[in-house]
């Protein structure tokens, strides 16, 4: 695959950071080395590091997993189970996103800037 030639833009850059950030701090708060966390979610400690440092190289799945082991909410969500019961009852899991990023029911954009 092919390197992405053109930089991030900062806010997502500063996202990738921290929650690189947050990665690192739960996985302190656990005792946790970067070589423990890596085996508990079957990566390399390097992965780890890359990750907590926000580089956007690391999978956006494992930064995910990364965030369950070390106990940062997914979504917002504090109970685990409630993305599991959400998808199962089939609701809309655009509702987890925070509303600004959500399409209005209007189906109208107000792109008057």
Known sequence: M???SVPLRP???DAL????QLIRQGRIDRRWT???LAARANVSEQTVLSAEAGSRGAA???VMDLSDLVGIPIFGLEDRAELAI???RG???LSLLPSR???SKSGSVDDDF
């Open 2 to 4: 092919a390197k992405r």
């Open 11 to 13: 806010h997502v850059q």
């Open 17 to 20: 950071t921290i929650w690189g």
């Open 34 to 36: 970067a070589k423990e």
């Open 60 to 62: 956006v799945g494992t």
């Open 86 to 88: 959400r998808r199962k």
């Open 91 to 93: 609701e809309e899991m």
């Open 101 to 103: 990023v959500r399409r």
